[in-house]
């Protein structure tokens, strides 16, 4: 028993110093406790020891009672400075609070800044690996807006190439490259629209361009493209100084105000740009093409001449220096850019070209009239294929297109000198030129050069046998010489081939426009014989000058003249058919004057008697004739005994008319008695030989069939006629039986007319007779027929 409790008291001792040593957890012992059958008795243990600790409380607080009591007071004091520390703590605490949240605030918007500065430091980084291509692609937007198409072709290339692989991984590079195609485009459509206003600037500087290169052309070849004009003044006037009234090509018209060449003129830059950006936008063939549309376009448009290009020289200036520049502008492109303008493209557009040019140029210049202005063409053709020849390109269509202007430019010369030996005609007075002086005698034979001993030295005044129409159209076909000269200079022409020209040409102007002229001088109905006569001998030293022509031209052109048979002037034969066709005309002008004496004649062919002498209107005639046939002496021989055998065979021809006329229905013997001593005074003026040379009866021949027809009316000698007739030898051979019905019919119907010829025996005899004779020629007239 006293084993079991010291057991059972032991435990509870532990039990109790696991509670006092536990402070909030007693789950464990407790179920021990309850575990046992004890749990008074714990109760109890517990209990003592409660009440041993209360006696060990008071008894403590017994020993420090006095001390409690001043700790109390420790402690009220404790509390107020507690109290006091605990405001302080609140008013610390806040302040830590506020500050904290201040701080908290600060700490986040640091954090913030320094989350803002690491994007910054971010955004810097990828902008700067960015920035390479922004640039770029400003400076490209820039080049663009300033229109610096090459320069931004080559930005282009850069972004594409260099800098947008490296920025790939960003979105807006997408939208960039789909931005630079457009980009890409539009420079092509921007160097598309400079290269039209290239196009719009080449086509106004061409003619400039073109006249700057015939210029140079001009000088290279130290040609004078105005000199023809001072010569050719001189050529035309009908006056003997042949002075020629064409207003000169003042030099200031070809005058430039600087020594420009193309590429001054012009910025070709877009051409060329245009071609690298079609060449980098692998476009090239289709900008070659087009630009050669294009220029062909322009070079049809060049090709037009204007309107009104034949009326001045300055049309055909404009002309040719547009086309001139456009060759130029061409050939500059080739030389700069050889894959856009070769040397094949170019000579097809030439051969196109030139026969446009020769056909253009061929019909204006046929509309010309005006000589001065054809050699101002002539000079600008050749100019302008000198200039396009220096360019490489073949001209033998414009050497042709030359020569056939010469041909039109001789016609115009030609219609010029149709007034030139017009107004010589019409001022000519057809008299001898008669000079008083030394001074006027040297001027004519320097005008002409006519040379005759027996007047030179006969004394002054003096007097040449032709008028001053001989000197002055002998200069004028000189003048028309060297104004064909003109054109044929600096053609190239071998000597012998421009003496043949000339001769040609001279041929042609005497054949055609001196010969035509004077054959409607000699036709003009107002000239007088004496001018005609004067015409005629004229001609004769006008002829003379043929041999002086040709010496001329020999000396002009400097050929051989025993190469110069081929093409021998025609003068000679020209004015000897004039002076023949004068000649007629001078037969025909005087049947007319002497057709105004006959129409006064006034036969009573009622007339019983003759007046005893000749007719007064025939007697004014053969005056007429005879002072005539004295102005006949400076003429050739021939002329004259023609005129004189003209005149007596007319006066026949008219008298016979009179007898055989119907008008005249009636001629009593006394009429016919008086016109038998008109024919008589006739042939005493045929047998004085008005003029000498005829063989004896040759003027008196002309009146014979009137003489034989007269002789047989009135001396009544028909037995002789009718047994004679048909025979060599008869009496009255020329007379036919027609012409003696005729007279025989009108005497007898004079007789018929006489009241007392019936009652005469010998009337009625005579009447029988006439009646028999009349008969007797019928049944010759018949037989005959």
Not at 444 to 473: G, M
Not at 557 to 581: M, P
Not at 653 to 660: C, F, G, V, Y
């Amino acid at each position: 028993m006293d084993e079991s409790s010291k057991e059972g008291k032991g435990r509870h001792d532990l039990l109790l110093q696991e509670i006092e040593a536990i402070d909030d957890y007693w789950g464990p012992t407790f179920r021990a406790i309850f575990d046992t059958d004890e749990c008074d008795a714990f109760a109890d243990k517990l209990e003592g020891r409660i009440r041993s600790h209360d006696r060990d409380i008071e008894k403590l607080c017994s020993a420090h009672h006095q001390g409690f009591i001043e700790s109390i007071r420790d402690l009220l004091e404790l509390k107020g400075l507690a109290n006091r520390i605990h405001g302080e703590v609140q008013t610390i605490d806040s302040d830590i609070c506020h500050s904290v949240t201040q701080l908290k605030l600060k700490g986040q918007e640091l954090a913030d800044a320094r989350r803002i500065e690491r994007n910054m430091k971010t955004t810097i980084e990828m902008l700067q690996s960015c920035l390479p291509v922004l640039r770029a692609y400003i400076k490209l937007q820039q080049q663009m807006k300033e229109k610096r198409y090459y320069p931004a072709l080559k930005t282009l290339e850069q972004l594409e190439h260099i800098h947008l692989p490296s920025i790939s991984h960003y979105r807006f590079s997408e939208h960039m490259k789909k931005s630079l195609a457009k980009v890409r485009e539009s420079i092509k459509e921007a160097s598309m629209i400079d290269l039209k206003d290239f196009l719009e600037s080449i086509r106004k500087y061409s003619p400039k361009i073109g006249e700057v290169a015939m210029r140079h052309t001009a000088e290279q070849l130290n040609i004078d493209i105005s000199a023809n004009s001072s010569v050719i003044k001189r050529l035309i006037s009908p006056t003997m100084s042949g002075e020629f009234d064409y207003e000169a090509q003042s030099e200031s018209e070809y005058s430039v105000e600087e020594d420009l060449s193309a590429q001054d003129l012009v910025d070709f830059s877009p051409v060329y740009r245009c071609l690298h950006i079609h060449t980098v936008l692998d476009a090239k063939e289709t900008y070659e093409n087009y630009y050669r549309k294009q220029r062909k376009k322009q070079a049809r448009l060049a090709l037009q001449p204007p309107t009104n290009m034949h009326e001045t020289i300055e049309g055909y200036r404009q002309y040719f220096h547009g086309i001139v520049g456009f060759f130029v502008v061409e050939d500059h492109v080739m030389n700069t850019a050889s894959t856009l303008v070769n040397r094949s493209y170019l000579d097809d557009v030439w051969n196109i070209a030139v026969s446009k040019i020769a056909s253009s140029v061929r019909t204006h210049s046929s509309y010309c009239t005006d000589p001065a202005l054809m050699l101002k063409i002539k000079n600008l053709v050749m100019l302008f294929s000198s200039t396009l020849r220096t360019y490489g390109y073949s001209v033998s269509q414009l050497v042709e297109l030359l020569q056939e202007i010469r041909d039109h430019y001789n016609e115009v010369l030609m219609q010029r000198w149709v007034h030139v030996f017009r107004d010589i005609f019409d001022e000519d007075n057809y008299h001898p030129i008669q000079v008083t002086t030394a001074a006027e005698y040297q001027r004519v034979i320097e005008s002409f050069p006519y040379r005759d001993s027996s007047l030179e030295a006969a004394p002054f005044p003096k007097r040449f046998p032709f008028s001053s129409l001989v000197p002055k159209v002998y200069r004028q076909i000189r003048n028309y010489i060297q104004a064909c000269l003109q054109f044929s200079q600096d053609l190239n022409l071998a000597d012998q081939e421009i003496d043949d020209t000339l001769r040609r040409y001279t041929n042609l102007l005497l054949t055609r426009t001196l010969s035509g002229c004077l054959s409607t001088l000699i036709r003009k109905p107002s000239l007088s014989l004496l001018q005609l006569i004067q015409i005629s001998i004229n001609t004769n030293y006008l002829e003379e000058s043929n041999g002086w022509l040709e010496e001329f031209i020999a000396q002009l052109t400097g050929a051989s003249r025993e190469l110069s048979h081929i093409a021998r002037l025609q003068g000679r034969a020209v004015f000897r058919d004039v002076r023949d066709d004068a000649e007629q005309q001078i037969y025909e002008a005087l049947k007319r004057k002497m057709d105004e004496f006959m129409e006064l004649a006034n036969y009573d062919w009622q007339l019983n008697e003759p007046s005893g002498h000749a007719s007064s209107f025939l007697m004014d005639l053969i005056a007429f004739l005879q002072s005539t046939f004295q102005a006949f002496t400076n003429l050739k021989e021939h002329v004259a005994q023609n005129a004189c055998l003209t005149a007596c065979r007319h006066i026949a021809e008219i008298l016979m008319d009179l007898l055989l006329s119907d008008d005249v229905k009636s001629i009593s013997m006394g009429a016919l008695q008086q016109v038998n001593l008109d024919v008589i005074q006739c042939e005493q003026f045929a047998a004085s030989e008005p003029v000498p040379g005829f063989e004896d009866g040759t003027l008196l021949s002309s009146f014979l069939d009137l003489r034989q027809l007269l002789d047989l009316l009135l001396s009544w000698d028909w037995s002789a006629y009718f047994h004679d007739y048909g025979q060599e030898t008869s009496k009255y051979l020329r007379v036919s039986p027609q012409r003696a019905i005729t007279v025989l019919e009108k005497l007898r119907e004079a007789d018929k007319r006489t009241v007392f010829s019936v009652l005469k025996k010998s009337e009625r005899d005579k009447k029988k007779l006439m009646e028999t004779v009349l008969r007797q020629l019928r049944q010759l007239l018949q037989s005959s027929a």
